[in-house]
């Protein structure tokens, strides 16, 4: 799964980043609750393609953090790193983080790479849901 920077590149190549609220496992969500949050992150990337940048960012960004707040230990990691990218790239959108000339090497760093490849599969096998 990679994010885009909006309106820097189509977020429909939402297909890497989530770290914050996220609680990684320690909560008791039931398996519909985290496949009803993946599908919100699915349909999020997906509508991304025919929505306004920003507001398509904006709902992955809130679909992200669902998500973080009940991802399974499994994946409790992968969410956070996810959301932490995202909320990076948000803050730098908006201005309240300064971007530098690393922030690309963001997008395409292999720990958030290997995140969302991991949270991809296991929605996948838990939910039957196809990420991006």
Do not use: H, W
């Given at each position: 799964?990679?994010?885009?920077k909006?309106?820097?590149v189509?977020?429909a190549?939402?297909?890497t ?5 996220g609680?990684g496992?320690?909560?008791?969500a039931?398996?519909d609750e985290?496949?009803?949050s993946?599908r919100?992150?699915?349909?999020a990337i997906?509508?991304?393609?025919t ?12 679909a992200?953090e669902?998500f973080?707040?009940?991802?399974p230990s ?9 959301l932490?990218?995202?909320?990076r ?19 395409e760093?292999e720990?958030y ?7 991809e599969?296991?929605a996948?096998?838990?939910c039957?849901?196809?990420i991006g």
């Amino acid at each position: 799964m990679r994010i885009t920077k909006p309106g820097v590149v189509s977020i429909a190549a939402l297909v890497t980043v989530i770290s914050l609220g996220g609680r990684g496992g320690d909560n008791q969500a039931s398996t519909d609750e985290v496949c009803d949050s993946l599908r919100a992150v699915a349909t999020a990337i997906d509508e991304s393609e025919t929505t306004d940048p920003t507001e398509s960012f904006d709902a992955l960004l809130a679909a992200l953090e669902d998500f973080a707040a009940v991802a399974p230990s499994e994946v409790g990691a992968d969410a956070a790193t996810l959301l932490e990218g995202a909320k990076r790239m948000s803050d730098q959108a908006s201005g309240e983080e300064e971007a530098n000339d690393e922030d690309p090497a963001l997008l395409e760093d292999e720990e958030y790479e290997r995140a969302g490849d991991r949270v991809e599969a296991y929605a996948k096998k838990t939910c039957g849901i196809s990420i991006g």
